[in-house]
T-cell receptor
Framework: GENVEQHPSTLSVQEGDSAVIKCTYSDSASNYFPWYKQELGKRPQLIIDIRSNVGEKKDQRIAVTLNKTAKHFSLHITETQPEDSAVYFCAASRSGTYKYIFGTGTRLKVLA | SAVISQKPSRDICQRGTSLTIQCQVDSQVTMMFWYRQQPGQSLTLIATANQGSEATYESGFVIDKFPISRPNLTFSTLTVSNMSPEDSSIYLC???????????FGPGTRLTVL
């Protein structure tokens, strides 16, 4: 069946450094790729998304890149801050279906 | 975005009993979903709650165990039936609005089954 692989499962970075999380999807028909941030005890929050008609999208310190040929996409966080510490989930879906396949999550720790 | 609330926020239940979780949205939404998040794990879609018809369940989830209602475009319930300790999880509703695929999550219900 369809799946989304996410790496790494845990990531520790020094404050101010960059963090990169990578996801690979199997369904070639997927064309919408959201990223969620989940702080401890909180709900997942949509932080950025990308659609298949673009290769990159940026929002302040966060960017997402998409390689449709290789079926992988990545989250980039620059100038990391302690409040970036959370679990990040990627997902893939087909436009119009709303059915998300989530990755397994990455626990990011930003060390002050 | 829509404001989503869930009740209860948490509960501790005895095995063999059932719990109904409510999800309320402050505006009409097209799509509503129920997810399960087991401790330390990712999110797994249980079912799509369809307004006016039976929910659409994902593989591994059945209506007898997780009956779902959606009487209107702002409200849905998920019941976890005949609970066992393996049902201990966070249960989250989410909503999809409009033509985009964006989904927004409720705060979740943390269920512990003893």
């Amino acid at each position: 069946g369809e799946n989304v692989e996410q790496h790494p499962s845990t990531l520790s970075v020094q404050e101010g450094d960059s963090a990169v999380i990578k996801c690979t999807y199997s369904d070639s028909a997927s064309n919408y790729f959201p990223w969620y941030k989940q702080e401890l005890g909180k709900r997942p929050q949509l932080i950025i998304d990308i659609r298949s008609n673009v290769g990159e999208k940026k929002d302040q310190r966060i960017a997402v890149t998409l390689n449709k040929t290789a079926k992988h996409f990545s989250l980039h966080i620059t100038e990391t801050q302690p409040e970036d510490s959370a679990v990040y989930f990627c997902a893939a879906s087909r436009s119009g279906t709303y059915k998300y396949i989530f990755g397994t999550g990455t626990r990011l720790k930003v060390l002050a | 975005s829509a404001v989503i609330s869930q009740k209860p926020s948490r509960d501790i239940c005895q095995r063999g009993t059932s719990l109904t979780i409510q999800c309320q949205v402050d505006s009409q939404v097209t799509m509503m979903f129920w997810y399960r998040q087991q401790p330390g794990q990712s999110l797994t879609l249980i079912a799509t709650a369809n307004q006016g018809s039976e929910a659409t369940y994902e593989s591994g989830f059945v209506i007898d165990k997780f009956p779902i209602s959606r009487p209107n475009l702002t409200f849905s319930t998920l019941t976890v039936s005949n609970m066992s300790p393996e049902d201990s999880s966070i249960y989250l509703c989410s909503v999809g609005t409009g033509a985009d695929n964006e989904q927004f999550f409720g705060p979740g219900t943390r269920l512990t089954v003893l």
